[in-house]
C-alpha cells in the first residue's frame, strides 16, 4: 500500500522561507521520480519541481531561482525549499510519484503579511 504524507506547510511572510517535507512508503522509492506540485483555488493543479532517481530536477518557471527539491533515499523522503516567497505562492503543496495516481493528501503553504 501506497503512501505519501506531506508535512511543513504553514503561515510565513511574505520574503521568508519554508521546508516542505513528503515521507514515502510503500514504493521502491529510490528508483522512482518525485515530484512537488500546487493548486490554489479556482486555478489548475501546475508542477512546482521534480526529481529523478539520478538527481536531476525540473522545476516550474514561477519558482527557478527561489526552490529547491532534494531527496534522501535512506530516508524515504522528498524535500522542497522554499526561499523569498510570495504571496502568489500560496496553495496547498502535493507530494506525487511522478507519471502515477499517488499522492498525498497536501500541506497548506500561507503567504502574507
Known amino acids: 500500500q501506497v503512501q505519501l504524507v506531506e508535512s511543513g506547510g504553514g503561515l510565513v511572510q511574505p520574503g521568508g522561507s519554508l521546508r516542505l517535507s513528503c515521507a514515502a512508503s510503500?514504493?521502491?522509492?529510490?528508483?522512482?521520480?518525485m515530484g512537488w506540485y500546487r493548486q490554489a483555488p479556482g486555478k489548475q493543479r501546475e508542477l512546482v519541481a521534480a526529481?529523478?532517481?539520478?538527481?536531476?530536477?525540473n522545476y516550474g518557471d514561477s519558482v527557478k531561482g527561489r526552490f529547491t527539491i532534494s531527496r534522501d533515499n535512506a530516508k524515504n523522503t522528498v524535500y522542497l525549499q522554499m526561499n523569498s516567497l510570495k504571496p502568489e505562492d500560496t496553495a496547498v503543496y502535493y507530494c506525487?510519484?511522478?507519471?502515477?495516481?499517488?499522492w498525498g493528501k497536501g500541506t497548506l503553504v500561507t503567504v502574507s503579511s
Open positions: 510503500g514504493i521502491i522509492f529510490s528508483i522512482n521520480t
Open positions: 506525487n510519484v511522478v507519471t502515477t495516481s499517488y
Open positions: 526529481i529523478s532517481r539520478f538527481g536531476n530536477m
